[in-house]
């Protein structure tokens, strides 16, 4: 029992807080919309569910929810992260029973909205239905046979009715999923780098959102569908509520727009700030400064939130049959809206990004050390290289080692060899009493101008 809870521990610190990031935005987004359509627009989830036997509707709301949510799920099964929790002395079922619950919870929503508009029962054929979507996108082979594994899976979702799911998804979704986890380690690739010239703002914003097309063009892929999904609520608000006038449209766009535009741009500012930080020392080379990073950030996000903003007010624009300054006023506003309010989001995703640096939680460095009869001996520390903004540590580490001998009992901390006059060991010498290990023994030192090279240790009053 004590092995299992540390493993479903183990998997909610990694894959669980990976998928946690990815899902915060997209299900804010999804709960928000609808709460505006179930609840001010007076819809019902027997009305979805009567529509989606349409097999165009089906189609579209099985493409919406599986591209929607595919992010979180990739992250579940697929977080580097997590891929040394293998390596335990665990059942190969403990993970995959771990991670199917996970799933589970993630699919919830999906089996909430069937189970209210047709029953328990479909409820669970549209959940089978979403698990084998999911689980054949995860194991899907690469290449040309991958995407028709794609294709193929959708086919079966839109053309059989949903009650009979159930006689086939969940065996296919078990095999499915055993069999993308098992391949996910093996997935990872390289790919090909751009050169992108221009101003430093937006040679870097452009560099930004490059990295977002190629490694995460899901993330586009799920905001487009969000702006969708807002487009026909707005569309559904508008004539639900008889809005004729073009002032009205625009206030029932708006409305579903804005958190909309919210989620996509928290969810891109979360992959570019980790290319930021990892391009950190990069950056620094070649002289571009926080306020650089943080105005190409900023640009980045408000070109996805206006540019997808921009494309929802024109096909709103189409399908209200709206003309002369009335279409260009749609998209226009819709586009400063969206790129405003992305803008924000991707401002406070920074904000708690920072924020998130100095909170518990986060591990920052770490230290090899060896217990003996007498202390403790720091063999080794070393932090994370993408950390920035925080010195220091170093000398944390050896208060945390002092306080943890005082509470073992221990008179002594061994800090390790010693450059008198290096830079980079100065912090070494900075405690009281220190001692030096020379021909003579242990003797108690004040360091001075003369180099020397010798081991160095803390002294029992030091504990407190």
Not at 36 to 59: D, I
Not at 66 to 88: Q, Y
Not at 259 to 281: D, F, K, N, Q
Request: hydrophobic residues 50%.
């Amino acid at each position: 029992m004590r092995r299992s809870l540390a493993l479903v521990r183990c998997h909610l610190a990694s894959s669980g807080a990976a998928a946690s990031r990815r899902a915060l935005p997209v299900y804010g987004g999804l709960f928000a919309g609808a709460g505006m359509l179930f609840g001010g627009n007076g819809l019902e989830a027997t009305t979805v569910v009567a529509g989606a036997q349409a097999p165009v509707v089906r189609a579209l709301l099985w493409v919406a929810w599986l591209s929607v949510t595919m992010p979180t799920i990739d992250a579940l099964w697929r977080t580097p992260a997590s891929f040394w929790l293998r390596s335990l002395p665990v059942p190969r079922w403990w993970h995959l029973g771990v991670l199917g619950v996970l799933t589970i919870a993630a699919e919830s929503p999906w089996w909430w909205l069937w189970s209210a508009g047709g029953g328990v029962m479909v409820g669970l054929a549209a959940l089978g239905g979403a698990l084998a979507g999911h689980a054949m996108v995860l194991a899907r082979p690469p290449g040309a046979i991958g995407v028709g594994w794609v294709v193929g899976t959708v086919a079966v979702l839109v053309v059989v009715p949903v009650e009979y799911l159930a006689f086939g998804t969940w065996p296919i979704a078990l095999v499915a999923f055993r069999r993308a986890w098992l391949a996910a380690p093996g997935r990872a690739g390289g790919r090909p780098r751009a050169v992108i010239g221009g101003p430093r703002v937006i040679a870097l914003a452009s560099a930004l959102l490059v990295s977002l097309v190629r490694g995460h063009a899901a993330i586009l892929l799920r905001s487009g569908l969000l702006f969708g999904l807002a487009a026909g609520a707005a569309w559904l608000a508008a004539r639900s509520n008889g809005h004729v006038t073009g002032e009205a449209r625009l206030y029932d766009a708006c409305g579903f727009v804005a958190p909309v535009a919210l989620a996509a741009g928290s969810a891109a500012a979360g992959p570019m700030l980790v290319t930021a930080a990892r391009a950190s020392w990069l950056l620094r080379t070649g002289g571009a400064s926080a306020r650089t990073a943080l105005a190409a950030g900023t640009l980045a996000a408000g070109v996805v939130g206006g540019g997808l903003g921009l494309v929802t007010g024109g096909v709103l624009g189409w399908i209200w049959g709206m003309s002369g300054t009335q279409w260009p006023a749609m998209s226009g506003t819709l586009a400063l809206a969206g790129g405003a309010l992305a803008v924000l989001a991707s401002l406070a995703a920074r904000m708690a990004a920072r924020q998130g640096t100095r909170g518990p939680g986060r591990l920052v460095g770490a230290c090899l050390s060896d217990q003996q009869s007498d202390g403790l001996s720091m063999i080794y520390s070393f932090y994370d290289p993408m950390l920035s903004g925080r010195k220091g540590l170093g000398t944390f580490i050896i208060l945390d080692h002092i306080l943890r001998a005082s509470r073992a009992g221990l008179p002594y901390v061994y800090l390790g060899y010693w450059v008198e006059g290096s830079e980079r060991m100065a912090y070494k010498a900075k405690f009281r009493p220190i001692e030096k290990l020379g021909r003579e023994g242990w003797n108690r030192f004040e360091p001075g101008p003369v180099a020397s090279v010798g081991k160095v240790r803390t002294p029992g009053l030091l504990k407190v």
